[in-house]
């Protein structure tokens, strides 16, 4: 189980890092319009909040990866179900104030995450 366990909090940061990558490189660019259904004006127009987003969606991998590479089980395990809680969370605010989408591809992989680190 501890193995199934690190796969999917590897799996949510591996998605954030991509989100990352979507909000602060492709944003404006016919992959971020698709992803997010934008419109190249608005895209163009929004690029500047888009990859102050990505930074954040990067700090939430950064500290999924933290927790992955912890050595100390006790304090990895920690780390690890406050950044998965921290996507919940985003995930959940997203879905409120953007896209319902957003609670399937961001929390409820976290959630799924935070489960199999829970019963590990």
């Known amino acids: 189980m501890a193995s199934v366990a690190l796969i999917l909090v590897g799996l949510v940061a591996a998605l954030h890092i991509y989100i990352m990558l979507l909000e602060v490189l492709w944003w404006d660019s016919p992959r971020g319009h698709k992803a997010f259904g934008l419109t190249p004006d ?24 933290w927790g992955l590479l ?37 929390t409820v992989p976290a959630v799924i995450a935070i489960i199999a680190v829970w019963l590990v």
């Open 42 to 65: 608005f895209a163009q127009q929004t690029k500047v909040l888009a990859i102050n987003q990505g930074v954040y969606n990067g700090f939430l991998a950064a500290g999924l990866i």
């Open 70 to 106: 912890q050595p100390d089980p006790a304090f990895a395990w920690q780390i690890q179900m406050f950044f998965l809680a921290c996507v919940a969370v985003a995930g959940i605010v997203g879905a409120v104030t953007s896209s319902r989408k957003i609670l399937f591809i961001q």
